[in-house]
DNA sequence: GTATTATGGAGCATTCATGTTCCATAATGG
DNA sequence: CCATTATGGAACATGAATGCTCCATAATAC
């Protein structure tokens, strides 16, 4: 990775942080933020505009990998779930600047493409509830909506130092997967 | 309920649904929602600094007032939440709002503020994890948490017309309490 | 109906983020 | 070591949001 490559980097690590806790936050603090100067985040992001883009694209990129990467469609759902929670907990940043930009909230390409990364999330849902292993009195769009909501409010919790980050991945899974309540005994 | 103070709750409604939306949305945009010419927004709200002020203490007030006329100290917890969720869905802008505002996300004073009007719903949690109708390897805080992520992405999910408003209230309980797994069958 | 109060439009000064250019310096590659 | 490329500081123009003042008009109260 050449110096190039490094310092966009660099732009695009400090901007998903920076903005995602304000994204309004200005440029000149991104790119203090970089260890850069403001001159060089105009050279690779001539405007905002294009620095928000090129910040969406990477985040949807690395959940659609992170996705991917844990196989969502082989073995058991829940095991299946789990490796996902895992690899996607640690995307904590891209996942907040995604959900706080404003940019995002408005543009359709950008919601659908959303879903399209959480495709094979909803494909092992209704997998799930095909082979009874989760409820099916659910629809598959609110579980979606709820897993991903989990992971984000995981994410938060433990960057507001409510709970350990560690512990965020089991958290969000005994929550989503069993719920909060006592589980009825099998009888006795 | 004279002129002005009907002014003024014009004016804090329609902030509530512009900056929940967009939290840098200028202050024309929010007098032109709120029918009203920008001289009498600053009227009443002399810099944009006292209008998110002022948002964010009649968000708070709402959430609290909310939470208490559901009376979460009283009968089954399990109950006591249904409660509170049916009372709180509707607030889904203001609690949008609350989330969304970097003035509320880095005022350690206004995180404080939102965990004392959630601090009814800790104390229920606590209740139902003493009396065995909720499990007990949860942190409260997290649980918390969990919860009231749950509903704003119920809301968040049906201004996006993802599920009907109609259904949140049952949705968010039944994942949250019960989980998203097919609960395991009382023995043959 | 008159007095009082609330409103909103027009205009203005100020501030701040943004986008751009130019040049000197530092890092990299051959 | 030299050529090339990347960087960052300074300076500038622009535009937009903000906060404010003044005045005419509309709504309300008496």
Same sequence: chains 1, 2.
Avoid: C
């Avoid at 895992?86 to 493409?113: Q, W």
């Amino acid at each position: 990775m050449g110096r190039p490559d490094r310092t966009r980097r660099s732009l695009l690590d400090a901007a998903v942080v920076v903005l995602s806790k304000d994204s309004s936050a200005s440029l000149s603090e991104v790119a203090t933020t970089a260890g850069v100067g403001r001159t060089t985040l105009h050279r690779y992001f001539p405007t905002r505009e294009l620095l928000i883009r090129a910040l969406v694209e990477d985040a949807l990129d690395r959940v659609a990998e992170a996705i991917s990467s844990a196989h969502p469609a082989e073995g058991p759902v829940v095991d299946a779930l789990q490796r996902v929670t895992d690899t996607v907990v640690p995307l904590g940043p891209s996942l907040s600047f995604l959900h706080a930009e404003p940019e995002v909230y408005n543009a359709r390409d950008l919601i659908r493409r959303w879903y399209e990364a959480l495709e094979p999330v909803a494909q092992a849902i209704e997998r799930g509830q095909a082979d009874g292993s989760l409820r099916d009195d659910l629809p598959v769009k609110w579980v979606v909506d709820a897993y991903a909501g989990a992971i984000l409010t995981a994410w938060d919790t433990a960057d507001e130092g409510r709970i350990w980050l560690q512990d965020a991945p089991r958290l969000v899974m005994t929550t989503i997967v069993q719920g909060i309540a006592t589980p009825p005994t099998d009888a006795p």
